[in-house]
């Protein structure tokens, strides 16, 4: 079952711009990761936030969460070539207890052009 | 620090007959997760080990199985293969009884069944 919905589903921007990706989701969760997966490869962690924060900061990316909406937002400042890849965002299942289980939703792919 | 390792990185079988992946965690993490990445239904959770255990499994069928050992590193086999496993397996780990933790991805082994 597929818990968050990324928006928009491709994005292509200059270098230098900014690049936001949205997600929502459906139940309520603990957290929310942000990852990156690069053309055929493993998944990178990007950042996690917890159910109680707001916003996260990591070098050029910041990360908002907003339960009320069941939504959040990655934010990609001045970006590069190299971060064309794929975002996903994936949400535990959130209730009592850990169940290990993060859903994925179906990711947004991003092309800096040069 | 050395990442989530996973073996091998292709893998090539025909109909009927059975794979096995393996998985290293990061050092120090005990829960590591398995995960499918097939074309058109995105990322789907498959297993969940900690301390030897599995903790939590996905909607699979039990030719999938697995196993966690002493070390924290893991298997995945897949019996009786169909063309619908061809897909991109991640595997990942974290540090173990807690949530909130982020997991950390492998760059995957692919597994084409002809």
């Known amino acids: 079952s597929q818990q968050g919905e990324e928006d928009p589903q491709a994005l292509s921007i200059q270098e230098g711009e900014n690049a936001t990706m949205n997600c929502s989701y459906k139940?309520?969760?603990?957290?929310l990761q942000w990852y990156r997966q690069n053309s055929g490869r493993g998944l990178v962690h990007l950042i996690l936030?917890?159910?109680?924060?707001r916003e996260k900061h990591s070098g050029r990316l910041r990360v908002t969460l907003d339960t009320s909406k069941k939504s959040s937002s990655l934010l990609i400042t001045a970006s590069r070539a190299a971060d064309t890849a794929s975002y996903f965002c994936?949400?535990?299942?959130?209730?009592?207890?850990?169940?290990?289980?993060?859903?994925f939703g179906q990711g947004t792919t991003l092309q800096v052009k040069p | 620090e050395a990442g989530v390792t996973q073996s091998p990185t292709h893998l090539i079988k025909t109909r009927g007959q059975q794979a096995t992946l393996r998985c290293s965690p990061i050092?120090?993490?005990?829960?590591v997760y398995w995960y499918q990445q097939a074309l058109g239904l995105g990322l789907q959770f498959l297993l969940w080990?900690?301390?030897?255990?599995?903790?939590n499994r996905g909607n699979f069928p039990p030719r999938f199985s697995g196993r966690q050992f002493p070390n924290y590193s893991s298997e995945l086999n897949v019996n009786a293969l169909e063309l619908e496993d061809s897909a991109l397996y991640l595997c990942?780990?974290?540090?173990?009884?807690?949530?909130?933790?982020?997991?950390?991805f492998g760059d995957g082994t692919r597994l084409s069944i002809l």
């Open positions: 050092s120090g993490h005990t829960s």
């Open positions: 139940t309520s969760i603990n957290n």
């Open positions: 936030i917890r159910s109680n924060e």
């Open positions: 990942a780990s974290s540090l173990g009884g807690v949530g909130n933790q982020p997991q950390h």
């Open positions: 994936a949400t535990d299942a959130g209730g009592s207890g850990n169940t290990g289980k993060l859903i």
């Open positions: 080990y900690d301390e030897g255990e599995e903790r």
